[in-house]
Structures are given as structure tokens and as C-alpha cells.
Nanobody, 127 residues
Framework: QVQLVESGGGSVQAGGSLRLSCAAS????????MGWFRQAPGKEREWVAS????????DYANSVKGRFTISQDNDKSTVYLQMNSLKSEDTAIYYC????????????????????WGKGSQVTVSS
């Protein structure tokens, strides 16, 4: 069982920055991949970014590439999402999630592949 606790959400004006943190209770095979997802009102949950914790390999959705950065601390206990140049369309509840790596390697972009989820953190960007 892996527990995930997010922190760092809030409200910011467009163009501003926020950093989300996700503290994981354990680093196991079932949490080798850590992903950030978001869900806006009336929309489906969408993948934002992921990191393969073993090698630090990252992957980003096109909508956030160049603006968001996913990273982890040295002991791999916490994963971060640095969000810069925020836009109103980034407004959503952000969730961190953990999963095993895909059979072919790398991390999935699909929510259903992630077994453990945090409770979510609200990010609101005003224009």
C-alpha cells in the first residue's frame, strides 16, 4: 500500500507560478512511476506529466510542455510539479498517482494504469 499526500495548490494570476508536492509513503515497484493528472469541472481527468523514479525519465503532455517541470528529491520520497506561466485553462484539481512501469518500459499516460492516488489539490488561475 502506498499513500500519497499532495500539497502546494492555491490561487494565482495568469502568468504566475505554483509548485505542487506529492509525498509518497514508500518507494516500491508499484510506485516506480509517479504521475500528475488534473481534472477541470465537467471534464475528464487528463494526464499532465510523469516521471520514472528509477532513472528520472520525464514525460509531459503537449499542453504543459515547456511550462511545467516534474522532478523528485534525492531520496525519491517526494515528487514535485513546478508550474510556470500558468494559464486560466490550467485551473483544475491536480492529483498525483503512482503506478508500476509498463511492461515495455516507461510510464503510462492512462489514469486507469495508476493504482494509488492522492486526494487532490486545487489550482486556480485567474486571468
Amino acid at each position: 500500500q502506498v499513500q500519497l499526500v499532495e500539497s502546494g495548490g492555491g490561487s494565482v494570476q495568469a502568468g504566475g507560478s505554483l509548485r505542487l508536492s506529492c509525498a509518497a509513503s514508500a518507494y516500491t515497484t508499484s510506485s516506480s512511476c509517479m504521475g500528475w493528472f488534473r481534472q477541470a469541472p465537467g471534464k475528464e481527468r487528463e494526464w499532465v506529466a510523469s516521471i520514472y523514479r528509477g532513472g528520472g525519465i520525464t514525460d509531459y503532455a503537449n499542453s504543459v510542455k515547456g511550462r511545467f517541470t516534474i522532478s523528485q528529491d534525492n531520496d525519491k520520497s517526494t515528487v514535485y510539479l513546478q508550474m510556470n506561466s500558468l494559464k486560466s485553462e490550467d485551473t483544475a484539481i491536480y492529483y498525483c498517482a503512482a503506478a508500476s512501469p509498463r511492461l515495455g518500459g516507461g510510464c503510462s499516460r492512462l489514469p486507469e494504469s495508476y493504482k494509488y492516488w492522492g486526494k487532490g489539490s486545487q489550482v486556480t488561475v485567474s486571468s
